[in-house]
């Protein structure tokens, strides 16, 4: 039994069923039917790939596997089995003799106030759909403004995280918005205005300073406006309040400081380490030798830095899913001998939009249009299938003009950002696994109340290593969020639970606190 389909969940499956030949029952509980290749969610968001074109199919590609369709909510070790929530709410168990927990990460949540409620995260397809069609939505109506403050306000767009998504997602929709200005010229000249901002001294703190720079570079000479050492004090439906004091005035704030490990992890009630479990170098749980853990929901042993564990990054995952694969045939008999965790990294890639990347495979450092060639063929290497698809849509994308239109297809309070499911949109009446509030058991430092709370630097854990493995954009990585303007969420830390609402009547995880705006409620596809 493997819960979660993520980078380490796919490996582990793909390379069990590889292994055991039809020898042994493989099961896959996971609550979408594909795979989600993360490092390219900011395409999806900006409209550069279709959104089928970074998902891939489980049943079509996991031969000998079988899928069920759901949520893990909760693990009983001594039982051996797995309760879980059907897509339609219905309820069932799963036995096992070996049992691989990959249920990967959720968004990290800081209590800072009105973050729940206004912020926008990118951890899942529903996410990426829905920010594109907000921010095409919000440069449309800023075209049609005749208060020119309130068109700025429109046109100006906050990612807070400069690690590898918030970077990504900025350097990509931030393209998007200028091509969307010159279609819809905005009054007085204005133009789309970016902040990118991290508590973090630089851009991408987690790699080579040549990096680190490069990426620099190419957003400042775009025109976004790149904050070290500031963060959000407080958001608001109107705008935001920085830690310097700064109040900017937007309707868009896109949360990309990092994950946390799945709510599940909690339930399972073993010894944790920063909210992961802790395991061996072979990936077993101790005293669980039926129970193995990998990618982000596992604090595995860093042998190749004694005393620490490898960080919630794709690339761990990917590769952990392998080695805990390969650990599983062994112990039943069906491959080879056991072996411990061991990495190796061989460089990382960045996509900063167009022909542009920072990238250093092999330790060579490259920007500009070689490293945006390096990035996009380490993509389409690592992809597990679409690459016919991906490479011809990035074709197209090179040689016709992008549509700029709203689908309509996820709503505001479909997405909110705490939520510990950001792969499945909210639907009416649909079940919901709680989420962990955000400050509390996941949290390594409670600030006192009257300090302010800031993203940890460099937001999400790093990925797109082009050694070889996929990796994922911290997202890889969540759930879009309610729009500033729209319904607010009501999942903010130290408030009450979400619920419906007279004046909300989806039975979704958020409720309106303050008045719509009107033309964000005239605009919202229904």
Request: charged share 25%.
């Given at each position: 039994?493997?819960?979660?389909?993520?980078?380490?969940?796919?490996?582990?499956?793909?390379?069990?069923?590889?292994?055991?030949?039809?020898?042994?029952?493989?099961?896959?509980?996971?609550?979408?039917?594909?795979?989600?290749?993360?490092?390219?969610?900011?395409?999806?968001?900006?409209?550069?790939?279709?959104?089928?074109?970074?998902?891939?199919?489980?049943?079509?590609?996991?031969?000998?596997?079988?899928?069920?369709?759901?949520?893990?909510?909760?693990?009983?070790?001594?039982?051996?089995?797995?309760?879980?929530?059907?897509?339609?709410?219905?309820?069932?168990?799963?036995?096992?003799?070996?049992?691989?927990?990959?249920?990967?990460?959720?968004?990290?949540?800081?209590?800072?106030?009105?973050?729940?409620?206004?912020?926008?995260?990118?951890?899942?397809?529903?996410?990426?759909?829905?920010?594109?069609?907000?921010?095409?939505?919000?440069?449309?109506?800023?075209?049609?403004?005749?208060?020119?403050?309130?068109?700025?306000?429109?046109?100006?767009?906050?990612?807070?995280?400069?690690?590898?998504?918030?970077?990504?997602?900025?350097?990509?929709?931030?393209?998007?918005?200028?091509?969307?200005?010159?279609?819809?010229?905005?009054?007085?000249?204005?133009?789309?205005?970016?902040?990118?901002?991290?508590?973090?001294?630089?851009?991408?703190?987690?790699?080579?300073?040549?990096?680190?720079?490069?990426?620099?570079?190419?957003?400042?000479?775009?025109?976004?406006?790149?904050?070290?050492?500031?963060?959000?004090?407080?958001?608001?439906?109107?705008?935001?309040?920085?830690?310097?004091?700064?109040?900017?005035?937007?309707?868009?704030?896109?949360?990309?400081?990092?994950?946390?490990?799945?709510?599940?992890?909690?339930?399972?009630?073993?010894?944790?380490?920063?909210?992961?479990?802790?395991?061996?170098?072979?990936?077993?749980?101790?005293?669980?030798?039926?129970?193995?853990?990998?990618?982000?929901?596992?604090?595995?042993?860093?042998?190749?830095?004694?005393?620490?564990?490898?960080?919630?990054?794709?690339?761990?995952?990917?590769?952990?899913?392998?080695?805990?694969?390969?650990?599983?045939?062994?112990?039943?008999?069906?491959?080879?001998?056991?072996?411990?965790?061991?990495?190796?990294?061989?460089?990382?890639?960045?996509?900063?939009?167009?022909?542009?990347?920072?990238?250093?495979?092999?330790?060579?450092?490259?920007?500009?249009?070689?490293?945006?060639?390096?990035?996009?063929?380490?993509?389409?290497?690592?992809?597990?299938?679409?690459?016919?698809?991906?490479?011809?849509?990035?074709?197209?994308?090179?040689?016709?003009?992008?549509?700029?239109?709203?689908?309509?297809?996820?709503?505001?309070?479909?997405?909110?950002?705490?939520?510990?499911?950001?792969?499945?949109?909210?639907?009416?009446?649909?079940?919901?696994?709680?989420?962990?509030?955000?400050?509390?058991?996941l949290m390594t430092h409670k600030?006192?109340?009257?300090?302010?709370?800031?993203?940890?630097?460099?937001?999400?854990?790093?990925?797109n290593q082009p050694g070889g493995?996929?990796?994922?954009?911290?997202?890889?990585?969540?759930?879009?969020?309610?729009?500033?303007?729209?319904?607010?969420?009501?999942?903010?830390?130290?408030?009450?639970?979400?619920?419906?609402?007279?004046?909300?009547?989806?039975?979704?995880?958020?409720?309106?606190?303050?008045?719509?705006?009107?033309?964000?409620?005239?605009?919202?596809?229904?």
């Open positions: 039994m493997i819960v979660g389909a993520g980078f380490a969940g796919y490996r582990a499956a793909r390379t069990l069923a590889r292994l055991t030949r039809d020898r042994a029952d493989i099961t896959v509980l996971n609550p979408t039917d594909y795979f989600l290749y993360l490092p390219l969610l900011p395409q999806v968001a900006a409209g550069v790939l279709e959104a089928r074109r970074v998902t891939v199919s489980l049943p079509g590609t996991l031969r000998g596997v079988r899928l069920v369709l759901g949520e893990a909510d909760g693990v009983d070790l001594d039982a051996r089995t797995v309760r879980y929530v059907d897509p339609e709410g219905g309820a069932g168990t799963l036995g096992y003799d070996r049992l691989v927990l990959a249920v990967g990460s959720v968004n990290k949540l800081l209590p800072i106030p009105g973050v729940a409620e206004h912020a926008h995260g990118f951890r899942g397809l529903p996410e990426a759909l829905y920010l594109r069609d907000h921010v095409t939505r919000q440069v449309e109506l800023a075209a049609a403004e005749e208060d020119t403050k309130s068109c700025a306000a429109r046109c100006t767009f906050v990612v807070v995280g400069a690690g590898y998504t918030g970077t990504e997602v900025a350097a990509h929709l931030q393209m998007l918005t200028d091509r969307l200005a010159r279609r819809h010229p905005l009054p007085g000249g204005l133009r789309p205005r970016w902040l990118l901002l991290d508590v973090a001294p630089r851009v991408l703190p987690e790699l080579d300073e040549r990096l680190s720079r490069t990426a620099d570079r190419v957003l400042r000479a775009r025109g976004v406006d790149v904050r070290m050492g500031t963060s959000v004090k407080e958001a608001m439906r109107d705008g935001v309040l920085l830690t310097d004091g700064e109040f900017v005035p937007s309707r868009t704030l896109v949360w990309c400081v990092g994950v946390r490990p799945d709510p599940l992890v909690e339930a399972v009630r073993q010894p944790l380490e920063h909210g992961r479990l802790i395991v061996d170098p072979f990936l077993r749980m101790p005293g669980r030798p039926d129970v193995f853990a990998c990618g982000d929901a596992a604090a595995v042993p860093d042998l190749e830095r004694p005393g620490s564990f490898t960080p919630m990054t794709a690339q761990h995952a990917w590769r952990q899913g392998r080695v805990a694969a390969e650990n599983v045939a062994g112990s039943l008999g069906l491959g080879r001998r056991r072996r411990p965790y061991r990495h190796r990294d061989l460089g990382f890639a960045v996509d900063l939009g167009g022909v542009r990347a920072a990238a250093n495979p092999f330790g060579i450092p490259l920007s500009g249009p070689a490293a945006g060639a390096v990035t996009r063929g380490y993509h389409l290497a690592a992809l597990p299938g679409n690459r016919v698809r991906v490479a011809a849509d990035w074709l197209l994308d090179a040689v016709l003009p992008r549509q700029g239109v709203q689908l309509g297809l996820v709503r505001a309070w479909s997405v909110p950002l705490d939520t510990a499911s950001p792969e499945l949109a909210r639907v009416p009446g649909g079940p919901e696994r709680p989420a962990v509030p955000a400050g509390e058991e600030p006192r109340p009257e300090e302010p709370v800031k993203p940890e630097p460099g937001g999400e854990p790093a990925k493995e996929p990796v994922k954009p911290e997202p890889g990585g969540e759930p879009a969020k309610n729009q500033p303007g729209g319904e607010p969420a009501k999942n903010q830390p130290g408030g009450e639970p979400a619920g419906a609402g007279p004046d909300h009547p989806a039975p979704g995880p958020v409720k309106r606190t303050d008045p719509a705006d009107p033309a964000d409620r005239a605009n919202e596809p229904d």
